[in-house]
């Protein structure tokens, strides 16, 4: 299965500032997915990322926030936009294996608290 | 109401025990679903996809009804190690949307 580096494992950022996730893949992936999971709850998706286009955003979910790029076929970045502490939560990227019955991997997650 | 829903548990188990969990979704045009795994500030891990005709990994048995939108997982002789949060998962193979996970049932196994 594919292999996804995502970083940075965690972090604490100052309400107002910015950061940005990445996530490298160890091979080409048509889709990235971004997802987060807030305290207890289970994964919902944020956006997904297309090679050459703009993001798709779920309902909820706005580019101004949640700007995403996907520079190439391994590769995104998520940035979290003016952090409040409503955004604490852990950001997982995805992909989509290449058969599917072999599910979606994810990275390890970030872990975003927001003081 | 939630398009995957599942009952969150906790399930507390003594260890050798079978467990089962089940899970129902709301779209009918679903067409993968997976049971993953989720352990403690980890990322979710497949455990197994799920095919209507039932498909068994080792101590794990999944089973999915297309016709009510039922699936299941069941764990026979349960491990303490089985101890986790386990999601029913369900994906569309088409169109931008990725997966929709469940709420997750948590199990803990104890010795």
């Known amino acids: 299965s594919a292999v996804i580096s995502q970083k940075p494992s965690r972090d604490i950022c100052q309400r107002g500032t910015s950061l940005t996730i990445q996530c490298q893949v160890d091979s080409q992936v048509t889709m990235m997915f971004w997802y987060r999971q807030q305290p207890g709850q289970s994964l919902t998706l944020i956006a997904t990322a297309n090679q050459g ?3 798709t955003y779920e309902s909820g979910f ?7 790029s996907r520079p190439n076929l391994t590769f995104s970045t998520l940035t979290v936009s003016n952090m409040s502490p409503e955004d604490s939560s852990i950001y997982l990227c995805s992909v989509r294996e290449p058969r599917g019955a072999y599910g979606y991997t994810f990275g390890s997650g970030t872990r975003l608290t927001v003081v | ?58 101590r794990f048995t999944a089973q999915l009804n297309r016709a009510s939108q039922y ?3 069941l ?37």
Do not use: H
């Open chain 1, 62 to 68: 706005v580019i101004d926030k949640f700007p995403i």
């Open chain 2, 75 to 111: 764990i026979r002789d349960s491990k303490l190690s089985d101890s986790a949060t386990y999601l029913c998962v369900v994906g569309m193979d088409t169109g931008r949307r990725a997966l929709t996970f469940g709420s997750g049932t948590r199990l803990q196994v104890q010795p």
């Open chain 1, 53 to 55: 286009s703009e993001a």
């Open chain 2, 71 to 73: 699936i299941s997982l």
């Open chain 2, 1 to 58: 109401r939630k398009e995957v829903e599942q009952d969150p548990g906790p399930f507390n188990v003594p260890e050798g025990a079978t467990v089962a969990f089940n899970c129902t979704y709301s779209n009918s045009a679903s067409q993968s679903f997976f049971w993953y795994r989720q352990d403690c500030r980890k990322e979710p891990k497949l455990l197994m996809s799920v095919y209507s005709s039932g498909n068994e990994d080792g």
